[in-house]
């Protein structure tokens, strides 16, 4: 499986992005797949994710601001990110588990294929 992740950029802080995942390889059926992200000097944390039902979790930095979407046909992941603030600047991974992970979903150890990362600034 290969993750592409797309749409990171520059914005002012209440401003608006989207992030795209790309997958190849397999579809994101029966997976887990999520977006986490790391700022500079600090460790990588969970941001979202869409359990295999369908079911989502968000980290309580980015409740009710950010919203993950998933496209099965497409192979797709989204997130959608809005009133972004300053500390919301980092690099934005997505990542799949095709096994099943439970309660482990804010763990990144519990993903096995990873995409690239994009970069989010936001600007104060």
């Known amino acids: 499986v290969q993750l592409q992740a797309s749409g990171g950029g520059m914005v002012q802080a209440g401003g608006s992005l989207r992030l795209s995942c790309a997958a190849s390889g397999r579809t994101f059926r029966n997976t887990v797949t999520g977006w986490f992200r790391q700022a500079q000097g600090k460790e990588r944390e969970f941001v979202a994710c869409i359990g295999r039902s369908g079911g989502v979790y968000y980290a309580d930095s980015v409740q009710g601001r950010f919203t993950i979407s998933r496209d099965n046909a497409k192979s797709t992941l989204y997130l959608q990110m809005n009133s972004l603030k300053f500390e919301d600047t980092a690099v934005y991974y997505c990542?799949?588990?095709?096994?099943?992970?439970?309660?482990?979903?804010?763990?990144?150890?519990?993903?096995?294929?990873w995409g690239q990362g994009t970069l989010v600034t936001v600007s104060s």
């Open positions: 990542a799949t588990s095709t096994t099943a992970i439970n309660s482990a979903y804010r763990r990144s150890d519990a993903y096995n294929y």
